[in-house]
């Protein structure tokens, strides 16, 4: 064995090139870079994509319409059916699940009990005609990722009305989603408003702008949504409750990050290249827009990836006691809602499923964001 010598001169070339691609490296990159170095943040956000596309995805991933009940009545409070390509009676290259039959009995006390029918295989087909919806809100299109033609599949059972919880699952991760979407942006406008003019200005400005704040900061959110439910009439739509649930949640969620803006803005505003824009005759607004905000952007994103957690969990925890979405529309806090229960923990325990998704899509984001706060702080202990 040649034993192989490292050339000084390349290794020297080598090290200068790091160092160029390090000090002329973008804000953004430095990030990227050091978040690649967390294992824990990247494994949280490869689950975060996954669900985010899953939701995005959800009316083609669905087999069944979420929103319509008894579309199969006779498989209300079903288990979930697992596909599978190999029983006793040999193997298939498609896979299937088994067609069931039900009956009452007496030792369940009259309860519907499913009875697996071994000979009847109901198999999978793929790409195929379903059901119409618009992907992204305006494809129009029929066309769904498997089914099963001559039968149903539910991989993870049924509700009491017959409703498809897989397919009702993938929605509700879309609709959370949404709603913490829409409650960010509200929120992250009017905190980059606030914060920034307030911050900016300084004297009897900031004063009145920092009542204002501590004024939304002390208003206590379950009551707030019960005198709010209170108002709403009984026939409004789902898609205008949607839109009020998404625009409080907003309006009360931007104090914290308003405040950061503020002290941010508070502490470079005296800087040099601020007055050498206002002497360049650049008015308040652009010096703001262009570049006092520009100069913390890294931490504007993290704040708004840690917001979305907290955005969801609020939207679930009011739906779930009633104050938030109600059927038919589909959202992680209206299908906890389902798994509150005796009778669900002794008799239903699939109807937990989507509970698990709710944790992982609240700990994804929680992981994702604490990953991007240490990366995007240079004087953190992990990029050292």
């Given at each position: 064995?040649?034993?192989?010598?490292?050339?000084?001169?390349?290794?020297?070339?080598?090290?200068?090139?790091?160092?160029?691609?390090?000090?002329?490296?973008?804000?953004?990159?430095?990030?990227?870079?050091?978040?690649?170095?967390?294992?824990?943040?990247?494994?949280?956000?490869?689950?975060?994509?996954?669900?985010?596309?899953?939701?995005?995805?959800?009316?083609?991933?669905?087999?069944?319409?979420?929103?319509?009940?008894?579309?199969?009545?006779?498989?209300?409070?079903?288990?979930?059916?697992?596909?599978q390509?190999?029983?006793?009676?040999?193997?298939?290259?498609?896979?299937?699940?088994y067609?069931?039959?039900?009956e009452?009995?007496?030792?369940?006390?009259?309860?519907?009990?499913?009875?697996?029918?071994?000979?009847?295989?109901?198999?999978?087909?793929?790409?195929?005609?379903?059901?119409?919806y618009?992907?992204?809100?305006f494809?129009?299109?029929?066309?769904?990722?498997?089914?099963?033609?001559?039968?149903?599949?539910?991989?993870?059972?049924?509700?009491?009305?017959?409703?498809?919880?897989?397919?009702?699952?993938?929605?509700?991760?879309?609709?959370?989603?949404?709603?913490?979407?829409?409650?960010?942006?509200?929120?992250?406008?009017?905190?980059l408003?606030?914060?920034?003019?307030?911050?900016?200005?300084?004297?009897?400005?900031?004063?009145?702008?920092?009542?204002?704040?501590?004024?939304?900061?002390?208003?206590?959110?379950?009551?707030?949504?019960?005198?709010?439910?209170?108002?709403?009439?009984?026939?409004?739509?789902?898609?205008?409750?949607?839109?009020?649930?998404?625009?409080?949640?907003?309006?009360?969620?931007?104090?914290?990050?308003?405040?950061?803006?503020?002290?941010?803005?508070?502490?470079?505003?005296?800087?040099e290249?601020?007055?050498?824009?206002?002497?360049?005759?650049?008015?308040?607004?652009?010096?703001?827009?262009?570049?006092?905000l520009?100069?913390?952007?890294?931490?504007?994103i993290?704040?708004?990836?840690?917001?979305?957690?907290?955005?969801?969990?609020?939207?679930t925890?009011?739906?779930?006691?009633?104050?938030?979405?109600?059927?038919?529309?589909?959202?992680?806090?209206?299908?906890?809602?389902?798994?509150?229960?005796?009778?669900?923990?002794?008799?239903?325990?699939?109807?937990?499923?989507?509970?698990?998704f709710?944790?992982?899509?609240?700990?994804?984001?929680?992981?994702?964001?604490?990953?991007?706060?240490?990366?995007?702080?240079?004087?953190?202990?992990?990029?050292?």
């Open positions: 064995m040649t034993d192989q010598i490292t050339n000084p001169a390349s290794a020297g070339m080598s090290d200068q090139k790091s160092k160029e691609a390090y000090f002329t490296a973008s804000q953004g990159q430095l990030i990227w870079a050091r978040f690649k170095k967390q294992r824990a943040a990247m494994i949280a956000a490869s689950v975060l994509v996954v669900l985010l596309l899953s939701g995005l995805f959800a009316p083609f991933l669905s087999p069944y319409n979420p929103t319509v009940a008894g579309k199969n009545d006779d498989y209300t409070n079903g288990a979930p059916q697992i596909p390509f190999c029983d006793d009676a040999g193997c298939s290259w498609r896979p299937y699940v067609g069931v039959e039900r009452r009995s007496m030792e369940t006390n009259f309860r519907w009990v499913t009875k697996i029918n071994t000979d009847d295989r109901k198999y999978l087909s793929f790409f195929v005609e379903g059901w119409e618009k992907l992204f809100g494809i129009p299109m029929d066309t769904h990722l498997f089914g099963a033609p001559d039968g149903f599949v539910h991989l993870f059972g049924t509700d009491a009305t017959g409703k498809d919880i897989f397919s009702r699952t993938l929605h509700a991760i879309l609709t959370s989603m949404q709603v913490g979407t829409i409650g960010v942006f509200i929120a992250f406008v009017l905190a408003v606030i914060g920034g003019i307030s911050g900016y200005y300084g004297g009897w400005i900031d004063s009145v702008l920092q009542m204002i704040t501590d004024a939304v900061r002390t208003v206590p959110a379950i009551p707030l949504f019960m005198a709010v439910a209170a108002f709403m009439p009984p026939e409004l739509s789902a898609e205008s409750r949607f839109f009020y649930i998404s625009m409080i949640l907003g309006l009360i969620g931007w104090p914290t990050l308003a405040r950061r803006v503020r002290t941010h803005l508070l502490t470079e505003r005296n800087q290249y601020v007055l050498a824009a206002q002497l360049c005759g650049a008015s308040s607004g652009h010096v703001i827009r262009r570049h006092l520009p100069s913390f952007t890294s931490y504007i993290v704040d708004l990836v840690i917001s979305f957690p907290y955005m969801v969990l609020s939207e925890a009011l739906s779930f006691i009633g104050l938030g979405l109600k059927d038919p529309v589909n959202s992680l806090g209206v299908m906890l809602q389902n798994v509150t229960s005796a009778d669900v923990l002794l008799n239903y325990q699939w109807y937990f499923i989507p509970v698990f709710f944790i992982a899509l609240v700990m994804a984001f929680v992981f994702v964001g604490d990953g991007l706060r240490d990366a995007a702080d240079p004087y953190s202990d992990n990029n050292k």
